[in-house]
Every structure is written in C-alpha cells, then in structure tokens.
C-alpha cells in the first residue's frame, strides 16, 4: 500500500522561508516523478513544481527563482525549499507521486502572513 506523508508547514512572516518535506513508501520510488501542488481558499489546486528521476524539474511561474524542489531516492523523500514567500503563497501544500498513476497525501498548511 503506497503512503505519501508531506510535513513542514506551518506560519512564517512574508519574506521568510520554509522547506517541506514528503515521505514516500509502498511503491518504488525512483519509477516516479514526485511533484508538490497547492491550494488555496475557493482555488482550485495547482501545480507548483515536479521532479523527474533525472533530475530534471518544472516549477509554476509563479515559483521560479524562489521555490527548489529536490528528491532523496535513498530516503524516498522529496523537498520543497520555499523563500522569499509572500501571502499569496498561502495554501495547503500537497505533495504527489505519478508514474500514471496519481498517489496523493492529505496536505501540509502553509501560512505566510503580511
């Protein structure tokens, strides 16, 4: 049975940084690419960025220059190393494993205040 387990939210003052982390077991983890999408209050949920096994990566627009994603294939875990955050960065943040399949886990609450 695969569970995806995201931790690392949590409130932090505009212009301050977090970095989340995903756990990942039940499935091999180096067949998928892992991605971190969120949503915010009457929004619906988007993506953020994705991780493939290469190392290659995407990041929304909105993301780029500030957000990192990376991945540990020995600890079956990917990050998300957010700065510069800004209120609109708020959101509940969920962390995703797809290898056709769609693998979610039950979200971590991001909190930026202004």
């Known amino acids: 049975q695969v569970h995806v387990l995201e931790s690392g939210g949590g409130l932090v003052q505009a212009g301050g940084s977090l970095r989340l982390s995903c756990a990942a077991s039940g499935l091999i983890f180096s067949d998928f690419v892992m991605g971190w999408y969120r949503q915010a209050p009457g929004k619906a949920r988007e993506l953020v960025a994705r991780?493939?096994?290469?190392?290659?990566?995407t990041y929304a627009d909105s993301v780029k220059g500030r957000f990192t994603i990376s991945r540990d294939n020995d600890k079956n875990t990917v990050y998300l190393q957010m700065n510069s955050l800004k209120p609109e960065d708020t959101a509940v943040y969920y962390c995703?494993?797809?290898?056709?399949?769609?693998?979610w886990g039950q979200g971590t609450q991001v909190t930026v205040s202004s």
């Open positions: 991780i493939g096994n290469g190392g290659w990566a």
């Open positions: 995703n494993a797809w290898r056709g399949d769609d693998y």
